[in-house]
């Protein structure tokens, strides 16, 4: 076979080409996720019970919620945690389970559990959890200027800014096609407050009842009704909602033949409402938008199009600054680039090997375009099989890039020999192909053996570990292919070249004396050592083996390697019934405290409205603070003296 394909090089070289051409186009087509698209079976209730203690929220509402819940199909478990003003319930399932059938048949209990509870209780709120949730960045809006500090902010520009961003910025970023949701929180919202004056209500003989009772009568919608006019027909619908401030204003009270507007007896203003959490972004209150991406998506375009949007909007309303943190891309652009650097090396690598063992340069342009065809055919299986570019799967890749480099060096080597024996170049090419065919294919079956298992995992560590499996697999079949096809009709062409050949016949081809008169020198001298001392080689590997298992059991064991890292969040409990302000302030001093060395410093101050929070509800007396420091080397420095502020703030 490798003779017929030797003999039809243009036929393998265009087949060949034809896939590299489709790799590349699904390459860029491929979604570009940090974590592979798992649904994690799991969902979140959160319960809400404004100024309700922690018993009468379990016995009125929670109590009866897990009756309800406890007939969910396939449920595995359930547990709930109460506090005062809020509760959570988790539902686990077993893995493998639907969840968004089992979100359907969550909420199908929800709605008939709510005959049971308070008349006043609002309705629970259902979160169904996903790898995928997890945001790509976060989106702070903040006003331009110095940071303000609680006291003098200005409340209407930042009420102003709330509207602006849920309004404007939230919708036209959920309209991106990279974008799933914008999630929110710092949002304030507004509430009309009304503050009568007493004395002019005295003096037009008026009371509070006959405001309650005019703004009643003037909010109203009594709805449609239908008019005919001969052959036509035409519903008119009648509205009297009071909508802006304004049309408070202008309602008109009579009194004794005297007609009032509400705005000559009382003072109408606009007021955020009383709020227990908000978001920090460098010192400044921000409202925050954490960015979710589509999970069949690429992250690059997700970012292209999110600068787009926010320099266009910078460009157009100069007074907000738009500042984006806790970016969890960097992470996967670094997997990105340690693929490309491995690639690089790789080169080096070969380029070095084929001048010291082989004394030949033209190898290392073989070996090299072998490589990059199978890199970018792989691509193309992922794509088949709607796979996505992740921190796991591009893990996967990257171990099987090594072997990729080790099956055409075997191929090219043993071409190599089979000329120095005095074969043709296509003779050599065929002998020396055929002759490792079944060497490779054994050796990557038993290395693919060892990724087999990782597919039978159960849970959730088999659903992400399969797709380092997948890509070592498909890179390891598509290289072993691409060595025994390719790379021989690749040899042929390149050591058949005239014109090289003859103008560069130095350059192509050299002796090598290092290889000749040292390298396999040393080689033979320390094999005739070894058999020369059998007994002392055999007693020196069973030591090596002594040694290696009492070091096994001396190595440090973790769960996680210890990486350098810039960045970290924590979370603070005050353990003291503090009210918000209170708590924005000692977390701006410990801000203060670490402005040194911190590049980026953000918080989450009190209760927060992000929709897809699984973790428990905070309180107004909790926080959560993310610190980004300079060097890597500040993050232990940085961490200790935020311990210390926050021991000395209690």
Not at 52 to 59: D, G, I, K, M, P
Request: net charge negative.
């Amino acid at each position: 076979m490798i003779k017929f394909l030797i003999q039809r090089p243009i036929a393998v070289l265009m087949a060949f080409t034809a896939c590299f051409m489709v790799g590349l186009a699904t390459y860029f087509t491929l979604p570009v996720s940090l974590l592979p698209d798992i649904a994690i079976p799991e969902i979140t209730v959160h319960v809400s019970g404004r100024d309700a203690s922690a018993r009468e929220l379990e016995n009125t509402i929670v109590h009866p919620l897990r009756l309800q819940l406890m007939q969910v199909s396939h449920l595995s478990g359930m547990e709930s945690e109460t506090r005062d003003g809020s509760a959570i319930v988790r539902l686990r399932f077993d893995f493998g389970t639907n969840t968004n059938l089992a979100f359907i048949e969550v909420n199908e209990k929800i709605d008939a559990a709510m005959n049971y509870l308070p008349r006043e209780a609002e309705r629970p709120r259902v979160v169904k959890a996903s790898a995928t949730d997890i945001p790509v960045f976060c989106l702070n809006l903040t006003l331009k200027g110095e940071a303000q500090n609680a006291e003098n902010e200005d409340e209407e520009a930042f009420l102003n800014l709330c509207e602006f961003a849920e309004t404007v910025i939230k919708r036209r970023i959920e309209q991106l096609p990279e974008v799933a949701m914008a999630d929110m929180t710092g949002i304030v919202s507004q509430q009309l407050r009304i503050t009568p004056d007493m004395k002019k209500l005295d003096l037009a003989g008026l009371s509070l009842q006959d405001i309650e009772t005019a703004l009643a009568d003037n909010n109203v919608e009594p709805g449609s009704m239908t008019v005919r006019d001969g052959y036509y027909e035409y519903n008119i619908r009648f509205s009297a909602l009071l909508r802006t401030p304004d049309d408070v204003k202008n309602i008109y009270l009579h009194r004794d033949e005297r007609i009032f507007q509400l705005k000559d007896i009382a003072d109408v203003s606009v007021t955020p409402v009383k709020t227990t959490g908000l978001s920090l972004s460098n010192g400044k209150r921000a409202v925050t938008l954490a960015v979710i991406k589509q999970a069949d998506e690429n992250m690059n375009k997700l970012k292209k199009s999110l600068r787009e949007v926010t320099d266009y909007f910078s460009a157009t309303y100069p007074d907000v600054e738009f500042n984006i943190s806790r970016n969890q891309t960097e992470l996967l652009d670094y997997t990105i680039s340690n693929l490309r650097q491995n690639l690089t090396l790789g080169f080096i690598f070969i380029f070095i090997v084929a001048v010291l063992f082989l004394g030949d340069a033209k190898s290392p342009f073989v070996i090299g375009v072998s490589m990059i065809v199978s890199i970018i055919v792989s691509f193309l299986f992922f794509y088949l099989f709607n796979m996505s570019l992740n921190i796991i799967s591009l893990s996967g890749l990257i171990l099987a890039l090594g072997m990729m480099i080790d099956s055409s060096i075997i191929v090219t080597e043993n071409i190599s020999q089979y000329r120095q024996k005095g074969f043709s170049v296509e003779e050599s090419c065929a002998l020396g192909t055929t002759e490792v065919i079944t060497p490779m294919l054994s050796s990557t079956l038993t290395t693919i053996a060892v990724f087999v298992p990782l597919v039978f995992m159960s849970g959730i560590a088999g659903a992400i570990f399969y797709d380092q499996a997948f890509a070592v697999t498909v890179g390891l079949f598509v290289s072993y292919i691409t060595g025994i096809m390719l790379l021989p009709v690749l040899y042929k062409l390149v050591y058949t070249m005239p014109p090289l050949k003859h103008r560069f016949p130095k350059l192509m081809k050299f002796s090598n004396p290092f290889k000749e008169h040292t390298l396999d020198r040393f080689y033979d001298a320390g094999v005739n050592f070894i058999f020369r001392h059998k007994t002392a080689s055999i007693l020196s590997i069973i030591a090596s083996l002594v040694m290696c298992v009492w070091l096994f059991r001396e190595i440090p064991k973790s769960r996680m390697p210890e990486i350098d890292r810039n960045e970290v969040v924590t979370n603070i409990e005050w353990n003291e019934n503090i009210h918000i302000d209170e708590n924005r302030k000692r977390v701006e001093s410990l801000f203060k405290s670490m402005a040194t060395d911190t590049r980026e410093y953000t918080a989450y101050v009190g209760t927060q409205q992000f929709l897809l929070n699984r973790e428990h509800e905070r309180s107004v007396s909790e926080s959560e603070l993310y610190f980004r420091t300079n060097e890597t080397s500040a993050i232990r420095s940085t961490v200790n003296r935020k311990r210390n502020a926050t021991i000395s703030l209690r």
